[in-house]
Nanobody, 116 residues
Framework: QVQLVESGGGLVQPGGSLRLSCAASGLTFSWYEMSWYRQPPEKERELVASITSAGGSINYGDSMKDRFSISRDNAKRTVYLQMNSLKPEDTAVYYC?????????WGKGTLVTVSS
């Protein structure tokens, strides 16, 4: 059974930082492209960042690259999202995604709230 478990979300003040983690199990992690998506309240889900299986290629969603950084540790079967200089508009549920060929898995998400 594939599981993607996100952690690290919470309440943070504007300008603060958070590091999200997504621990994967039940799949051959090193095969999968891993991504972070987010869904702000009453908005559609959007790509934050993705990283290829060996970490050789990284892609960021629009306006994400300056403050967010994705990385992975295949030995730990974990993908990370470092978020800096957070803004209230970054408030969203952040989801981990694993994709390989036709296979596509989602975590349940972790809530990030940016507020003073």
């Amino acid at each position: 059974q594939v599981q993607l478990v996100e952690s690290g979300g919470g309440l943070v003040q504007p300008g603060g930082s958070l590091r999200l983690s997504c621990a994967a199990s039940g799949l051959t992690f090193s095969w999968y492209e891993m991504s972070w998506y987010r869904q702000p309240p009453e908005k559609e889900r959007e790509l934050v960042a993705s990283i290829t299986s060996a970490g050789g290629s990284i892609n960021y969603g629009d306006s994400m690259k300056d403050r967010f950084s994705i990385s992975r540790d295949n030995a730990k079967r974990t993908v990370y999202l470092q978020m800096n200089s957070l803004k209230p508009e970054d408030t969203a549920v952040y989801y981990c995604n694993a994709k390989w060929r036709q296979l596509n898995y989602w975590g349940k998400g972790t809530l990030v709230t940016v507020s003073s």
